[in-house]
């Protein structure tokens, strides 16, 4: 019989770290009778160190789905140990195709003490920090030429048509594309500026500036070969170098 106290504490512990989160987070609990949608999380847990050994040996019974407006979760799981506590873990965005994900290190999960409280600290610090960057980077593989941005840092790429796209990590710059403009594609997390009016476009990009910048955010606008950007485009959003990492392989 399943124990209806473990499944309170994992849900009441799930909606008090959402609530200590940076961003807005939003908790779902997924009881054991959920088993088609267990078994799809499941399928996208984005692990292969603590948490993918974890399951290896118990299988999901239950789980707690935190979710970002931007797409962005993290699941939340028991811990079959002889410690108090839990699991948490990133969960690959459904919509992006496998090759995305190629060479982008999976932002292995971590366990939890039992208290929410001064646990969100650490996921917001280690795993959320990891999950951004690998999300940006995934994200930027599934629309190819698309700079991955960083949270202090919004980057916009030109396109082919005159469109300018980018991946903000977080929904408080999202907002402000939004408000001027941009459109969201919710799969890919992708932001889009069409290049229809160039006056307006150009409006947009020098107002984001400022307002990014008052949340600790610069910006940066690439410039792709054989393209120029408009003469009213924003001169203090320089080309941002490609970061270099180490990539390892994914796999599920």
């Known amino acids: 019989m399943h ?32 088993k088609d949608d267990l078994t799809e999380l499941a399928d996208r ?11 290896a040996e118990h299988p ?15 699941v939340l799981l028991d811990r079959h140990d002889e410690r108090a506590g839990f699991l948490i873990a990133a969960v690959a965005p459904r919509a992006l195709p496998d090759e995305a994900y190629r060479a982008v290190p999976e932002p292995n999960g971590i366990a ?6 001064l646990c969100a600290e650490h996921v917001a610090g280690d ?19 698309i700079q991955p941005s ?8 030109w396109q082919a048509d005159g469109s300018v796209a980018t991946a903000p990590v977080n929904d408080r710059a999202g907002a402000i594309l939004v408000a001027h403009g941009f459109v969201q594609d919710p799969p890919s997390g992708i ?22 910048d008052a949340l600790g955010m610069g910006t940066a606008l690439q410039h792709p070969a054989g393209r120029t950007a408009p003469t009213s485009a924003p001169a203090s959003m320089p080309p941002s ?12």
Request: glycine share 4%; no cysteine; charged share 20%.
């Open 112 to 117: 939890l003490a039992d208290d929410p409280f």
């Open 60 to 74: 999901l019974q239950q789980a707690a789905v935190l979710s970002r407006p931007d797409g962005a979760q993290l």
């Open 127 to 145: 795993l959320l920090a990891r999950y951004d960057s690998a999300l940006a980077q995934v994200r930027h593989n599934a629309l190819g030429g």
């Open 3 to 34: 124990d209806h106290y473990a499944s309170e504490r994992l849900a009441s512990y799930a909606d008090v770290l959402a609530g200590e989160l940076p961003e807005t987070w939003t908790s779902t609990h997924l009881p054991p009778d959920a």
């Open 45 to 55: 847990i984005w692990d292969l160190d603590l948490v993918a050994a974890s399951l």
């Open 150 to 157: 960083q949270p202090e840092r919004v980057v916009l790429t």
């Open 191 to 212: 932001y889009l500026l069409s290049g229809d009016d160039t006056r307006a476009q150009a409006r947009a990009l020098r107002e984001i500036g400022p307002q990014l």
């Open 241 to 252: 170098p490609a970061s270099s990492r180490t990539l390892a392989t994914r796999a599920r």
